[in-house]
């Protein structure tokens, strides 16, 4: 006796590619919206403001925006730190602002590190780049073996 291949019929391949075709028109739907689709911010346990300066030997100074004290000098490739702050710089510029206002580097609750561009509203969550990036500039929250005051 032949063996039977089992198949399906018409109509639930039918239905499985209309589900797909629903799924996909929904998901583009959504990233055309420009709805920002992430988790809420947890509160803030740390914020500073931070002034980035490229300085004529290659390096970037980082400095305390309160008080104008350089508190790192970040030297070599840095490639995760100078990649992010090129991105903030790049959104600035294309609108005609300079240096002048100070980043906002937030730690928060949920352990989150953002990295905010006041003059843009442009941010960068830089824990999605793994704990070792988000390292590079959880370090700039440090003052003196203690963090930033909260806001």
């Known amino acids: 006796m032949p063996e039977q291949t089992p198949y399906l019929t018409r109509g639930p391949l039918i239905a499985i590619g209309l589900a797909l075709v629903a799924v996909i028109i929904g998901v583009a739907a959504v990233r055309m919206s420009g709805q920002t689709i992430r988790a809420p911010d947890g509160e803030p346990v740390a914020v500073r403001a931070l002034r980035f300066e490229d300085r004529p030997d290659g390096s970037i100074a980082v400095i305390d925006a309160r008080d104008g004290v350089?508190?790192?000098?970040?030297q070599g490739?840095?490639?995760?730190?100078?990649?992010?702050l090129r991105a903030l710089a790049r959104e600035r510029h294309k609108r005609g602002l300079g240096p002048e206002q100070a980043f906002e580097l937030v730690?928060?609750?949920?352990?989150?590190?953002?990295l905010m561009?006041?003059?843009t509203g442009q941010r960068?969550?830089?824990e999605s780049f793994g704990p070792t990036n988000a390292a590079v500039f959880a370090r700039l929250l440090?003052?003196?073996?203690?963090?930033?005051?909260?806001r």
């Open 70 to 74: 350089q508190v790192e000098s970040v």
């Open 77 to 84: 490739e840095a490639g995760f730190l100078r990649g992010a």
């Open 107 to 114: 730690a928060r609750n949920d352990g989150r590190l953002t």
């Open 117 to 119: 561009d006041p003059a």
């Open 124 to 126: 960068i969550d830089l």
């Open 142 to 150: 440090k003052v003196d073996n203690q963090q930033a005051p909260a």
